[in-house]
């Protein structure tokens, strides 16, 4: 069995991407759709025609919800033809005063967990498999007021550009996507919402847009994707200018 496995598909990005796998990997035979809210992930499977989709309601941050993940993998031997590793949250405040548990629970969510669902899904990928792994733009230039967040995704991109290069010869291909601000539940979850004077006038790209561009740029085996010629000329800036230069902008 062809599958597809989203982690964060009960909204915003996850949700978006979920909606149009079928048109970028028609061999996909079922899609797995992986969130904390099981009754979302029952609306979502609802609202797709024709598509055959397993809910897995999972904290996939905790060990007990990795190893039942691992488990069923292992009972149905499938083939995953598309990981989408999107699951993710990020926190708006200076460091030294947000909450701890909160910055944590982003190391545990955006490293550790996108680190162990790849791990653990690695076997059942084979030639032509594709990886998608979400980062941001805030993994560009070191973000004040966002620095964890900044951080973990700093290390999407980096931990699936190395993987890219090893993963070459099996013909597994990982593209890291770099989002700017999108309207999703990200802003009320990272508490942005006209907190933020950077946030106010960034371009938005939509959700959709971007599921679109992430699942097409897989699907020709591209190593990073950035959404929005604004985000792509930022990158290239990033690329050459010191941080120093730009991290004054880029405090959130
Ligand atoms: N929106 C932006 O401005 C923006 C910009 C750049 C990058 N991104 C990145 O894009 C990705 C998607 O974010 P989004 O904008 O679509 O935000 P969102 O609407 O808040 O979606 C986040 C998803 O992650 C799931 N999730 C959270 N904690 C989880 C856990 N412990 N276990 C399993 N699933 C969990 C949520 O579902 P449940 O709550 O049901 O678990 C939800 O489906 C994230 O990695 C984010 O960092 C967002």
């Given amino acids: 069995m062809k599958i597809a496995i ?21 061999d996909v035979e079922e899609i797995w759709l992986i969130a904390r809210r099981r009754e979302r992930l029952e609306k979502l499977r609802d609202v797709l025609p024709g598509v055959i989709c397993r809910v897995m309601p999972l904290d996939i941050t905790r060990e007990e919800d990795q190893e039942q993940y691992a488990a069923t993998l292992q009972k149905e031997w499938p083939e995953v033809r598309l990981l989408v590793n999107n699951a993710g ?11 701890l ?9 955006n490293i550790r967990a996108l680190t162990a669902m790849t791990h653990l899904t690695l076997k059942f990928m084979g030639r032509g498999s594709r990886m998608i792994n979400i980062s941001s733009i805030a993994s560009f230039v070191p973000n004040a007021r966002m620095a964890v967040y900044s951080a973990t995704k700093y290390y999407v991109r980096a931990f699936s550009r190395s993987l890219g290069l090893e993963l070459k010869n099996r013909g597994i291909t990982v593209t890291a996507v770099c989002p700017g601000p999108m309207t999703t539940e990200f802003e009320a979850v990272a508490g942005i919402n006209h907190n933020s004077k950077v946030f106010e006038w960034l371009p938005r790209v939509p959700a959709s847009k971007v599921a679109d561009g992430a699942l097409r740029h897989a ?3 591209r190593p990073v994707y950035t959404p929005g010629a604004f985000y792509k000329f930022y990158r290239v800036i990033s690329a050459f ?12």
């Fill in 6 to 26: 989203i982690t964060g598909a009960s909204s915003g990005l996850g949700r978006e991407m979920a909606k149009r796998i079928g048109k970028y990997y028609p």
């Fill in 89 to 99: 949250y990020g926190v708006l405040g200076d460091f030294a005063t947000a909450d």
């Fill in 101 to 109: 548990q909160r910055q944590l629970g982003m190391v545990d969510l």
């Fill in 219 to 221: 699907a020709h085996g």
């Fill in 241 to 252: 200018l010191p941080d120093t230069l730009l991290m004054r902008t880029a405090k959130a």
